[in-house]
């Protein structure tokens, strides 16, 4: 089993930054590949961002290219989300998931990823 708890949402302005944080438990966690993913009211969810199990290979959604990055911690079994330019549209719960077939390089099928946080709330106000 894989636990993944999210931090760091919150309220914002417009063209702001907030770094969002997702801590994972199990000892196999650095051969997972990650991802973040948001819904937003009435909306699909959706893939923001992807990292390899290796940190090496990363996606994004057009929509956050260049303003995201996401990154990894393998031996604090943590990864990253920092979003910068933030803009009102972004507004969403955020989670991240976790892969656990070991070492595959970037998911983006939100149907491939086993495990999930509960989210945490990005507000952008205009």
């Known amino acids: 089993q894989v636990q993944l708890v999210e931090s760091g949402g919150g309220l914002v302005q417009a063209g702001g930054s907030l770094r969002l944080s997702c801590a994972a438990s199990?000892?196999?966690?650095?051969?997972?590949?990650m991802g973040w993913f948001r819904q937003a009211p009435g909306k699909e969810r959706e893939i923001v961002a992807a990292?390899?199990?290796?940190?090496?290979?990363?996606y994004y959604a057009d929509s956050v290219k260049g303003r995201f990055t996401i990154s990894r911690d393998n031996a604090e079994n943590t990864v990253f989300l920092q979003m910068n330019s933030l803009k009102p549209e972004d507004t969403a719960i955020y989670y991240c998931?976790?892969?656990?077939?070991?070492?595959?390089?970037?998911?983006?099928?939100?149907?491939?990823?086993?495990?999930w946080g509960q989210g945490t709330q990005v507000t952008v106000s205009s």
């Open positions: 990292i390899s199990w290796s940190g090496f290979s990363t």
């Open positions: 199990g000892r196999t966690f650095s051969s997972y590949a």
């Open positions: 998931a976790a892969d656990p077939t070991r070492y595959r390089a970037v998911v983006t099928g939100r149907n491939q990823y086993d495990y």
